[in-house]
């Protein structure tokens, strides 16, 4: 992909700080840290969170690009303190250690593992960067990782809000317990500060209620829940993507930003495997001019069963976008009752290790989810519309808007 928008993180789980850059963002664009604060103390929030989400209080410092609250079109760096790091400076330092120093020696080998955790990328990321300790690879494997990814996604977001376009998510499913099929593909406003207000980021508080006690039973049980999320998109125009080449169609575009998040296994858009099932009257959109005004076309589809998308292009339909996200792998469990896992140093049979972790981490999986959206197509918008300044991408994009509204 020729990206327009580029972002890049680093950052180890428990290293010092969580590093950001996001390059293609227009000169001028009204942008303060309390912009991308907000999303990423959305990350933090839900039920079923563990205590790592205590002690962080994630904030951004941005370190260039962007001057008196507008963005330069240079590159933005942000950084994000790990508080934690306090508590594991001497296991996670940049620097050599005194190996001879005895109480040194007993931190690293308290925080020493070579016994893999099935569902992580311990074992084959072991294997693969030829590491002893897998700590080397889980540090970065970790979803902590999605703090950044959300800070970036914080600028796309304000991007992407400029131009009428908004994104919402909510989750529908935790474990077996589902939302009504009524509550998905719609999100109002009104609903949407409801969804923020749910520790659950869930539309129906009876549904929300069955979920906690869902992921009670989990916890007790040493089990992880995983879940379905919707992310509905307003306000896109016509013709983001395109038909003329596999890797510019806009569904296959945002399947690869979504899938790239940790937990995530299927995604669907409109009907999704439903689609599969039902015979075709069923599953297309009939298309009608509009009796109602909208910004964006003078025509509209009866129903949006496609979910936004026909022919690898936005139609002006909200794009309906469904995830799956799988329970996390790590299992607060006895010796006796953990996953069977094998220890690399030794080689032999055993049990995965347990570290400090969540139970349902679906409702942040919603946030980072929305963050990733929001980047694909921040980029869609500015590889069509283009623009060094946001004076001459709004201009670009208002001409685009009023042609579409003359066909
Ligand atoms: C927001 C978020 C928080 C997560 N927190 C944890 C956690 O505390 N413990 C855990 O075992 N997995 C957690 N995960 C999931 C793992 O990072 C993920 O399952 C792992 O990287 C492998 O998933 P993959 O096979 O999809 O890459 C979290 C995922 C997300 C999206």
């Known amino acids: 992909m020729n990206n327009k928008l580029r972002f890049l993180t680093a950052g180890e789980s428990h290293g010092p700080a969580l590093s950001i850059i996001v390059e293609g ?10 912009n991308v604060n907000y999303h990423l103390a959305r990350r933090q929030k839900g039920y079923g969170r563990g205590a790592r989400m205590k002690i962080e209080t994630d904030q951004i410092e941005f370190t260039a690009g962007v001057r008196h609250g507008q963005t330069l079109g240079s590159p933005i760096s942000m950084q994000i303190k790990n508080k934690d790091y306090a508590n594991w400076n001497t296991t996670m330092n940049p620097s050599p250690i005194d190996l001879n120093d005895e109480e040194i020696k007993k931190k690293l080998a308290d925080k020493y593992i070579s016994r893999v955790r099935p569902g992580h990328a311990d074992f084959a990321g072991a294997i693969k960067y030829n590491q002893d300790d897998v700590r080397n690879i889980l540090e970065r494997s970790s979803a902590r990782e999605t703090t950044s990814r959300v800070a970036a996604g914080g600028i796309a977001h304000q991007f992407l809000k400029t131009l009428g376009i908004q994104i919402y998510s909510q989750v529908l499913q935790i474990g077996s317990v589902k939302m009504a099929d009524e509550y998905a593909g719609n999100i109002s406003e009104e609903e949407f500060s409801q969804i923020e207000a749910s520790e659950l980021r869930c539309k129906s508080p009876e549904t929300a209620n069955l979920m906690k006690e869902e992921i009670d039973k989990a916890r007790k049980q040493g089990e992880s829940l995983g879940g379905i999320i919707e992310i509905i998109v307003y306000g896109l125009p016509i013709g983001l993507g395109s038909h003329v080449h596999w890797d510019r169609r806009l569904d296959g575009i945002i399947a690869q930003y979504l899938m790239s998040v940790h937990t995530v296994k299927a995604i669907g858009f409109g009907l999704g495997f439903e ?17 109602k005004k909208s910004l964006v076309s003078t025509y509209h589809h009866l129903t949006n069963r496609a979910g936004g998308i026909e022919g690898g292009m936005s139609n002006g339909e909200p794009i309906i976008c469904r995830v799956a996200l799988k329970p996390i792998p790590t299992l607060a469990r006895t010796e006796e009752n953990s996953l069977k896992s094998i220890d690399l140093k030794t080689k032999s049979n055993g049990v995965a290790f347990y570290e400090r972790s969540d139970v349902c981490v679906v409702p942040a999986g919603g946030v980072v989810c929305e963050a990733m959206m929001a980047l694909a197509l921040a980029d869609q918008i500015l590889n069509k519309f283009g623009g060094d300044s946001m004076t001459e991408l709004k201009t670009n994009y208002q001409n685009y808007l009023t042609y579409c509204l003359d066909r």
């Open 275 to 291: 689609a599969g099932c039902q015979v075709g009257s069923l599953v297309h959109d009939e298309i009608q001019r509009n009796t």
């Open 25 to 34: 963002v227009p000169a001028g664009l009204n942008l303060l840290e309390e």
